[in-house]
């Protein structure tokens, strides 16, 4: 059982590129999130999903795009990467009812 | 909306005296309220949570919390803080189902231990 899984751990990016985080779960579990985490501004919600194949749009959501076709992952991607996007990105996932689990977290830097 | 309040950016304490983090929520109705801890290059953890009941919650790490109501406050206290307790603490106010469906967190506390 390896929880959340985060890949990759570590990306540098030229603005305007694009690229996907992938958020990995094998707990069965139904919410999935998207969330940045920039120094003073702790963790802010970008997008997340009530369950397969369905998404919406968290507090900060523009730049950023989400899929959940499977239950056990869900990508974000960047089609674009702008300097402001520079972030540390957790993904979470949770059962219908019960906590959160965090993964280990993705660190990108766009130049 | 829901908002959450860390006044204290930074903290630091000896090793063995008592720590009491602050924390401030904003919320219409009964919050359901989080702490989570985040060790350097880590995902969050979470410490303690508070539904209903007893205002006091006992949580991981021997960490403990007191919500009160009339202050709209959810302090974290440790009596005897260690070195491997230095970490960045978040506090979380939480709504919908649960208090997991949308959760809201504070911009953090960053605590230091010196020997």
């Known amino acids: 059982n390896a929880g959340v899984t985060q890949t990759p751990k570590f990306r540098v990016l030229k603005t305007g590129q694009s690229m996907t985080l992938l958020c990995a779960q094998d707990?069965?579990?139904?919410?999935m999130y998207w969330y940045r985490q920039d120094p003073g501004m702790g963790l802010r919600l970008i997008h997340y999903?009530?369950?397969?194949?369905?998404?919406a749009k968290g507090e900060v959501p523009d730049g950023y795009n989400v899929s959940r076709l499977k239950k056990q992952n869900f990508l974000l991607g960047l089609e674009s990467a702008a300097p402001s996007q520079t972030s540390v990105y957790f993904c979470?996932?949770?059962?219908?009812?019960?906590?959160?689990?965090f993964g280990p977290g993705t660190r990108l830097t766009v130049t | 909306a829901q908002s959450v309040t860390q006044p204290d950016i930074h903290i630091t304490v000896s090793e063995g005296a008592s720590l009491e983090l602050r924390c401030n929520y904003s919320?219409?109705?009964?919050?359901?309220l989080f702490w989570y801890v985040q060790s350097p290059g880590q995902g969050l953890q979470l410490l303690l949570k508070?539904?209903?009941?007893?205002?006091l919650v006992q949580g991981i790490k021997g960490f403990e919390a007191e919500f009160k109501r009339s202050q709209s406050s959810f302090n974290l206290r440790k009596p005897s803080v260690h070195w491997s307790d230095a970490a960045e603490y978040f506090c979380?106010?939480?709504?919908?189902?649960?208090?997991?469906?949308?959760?809201?967190f504070g911009t953090g506390t960053k605590l230091q231990v010196i020997p």
């Open positions: 979470a996932s949770r059962p219908a009812v019960g906590r959160e689990y």
């Open positions: 707990m069965n579990h139904e919410y």
């Open positions: 999903s009530v369950g397969e194949g369905t998404t």
């Open positions: 919320y219409g109705a009964t919050p359901y």
């Open positions: 508070y539904f209903s009941g007893d205002t």
């Open positions: 979380a106010v939480g709504a919908g189902a649960g208090g997991y469906q949308k959760v809201t």
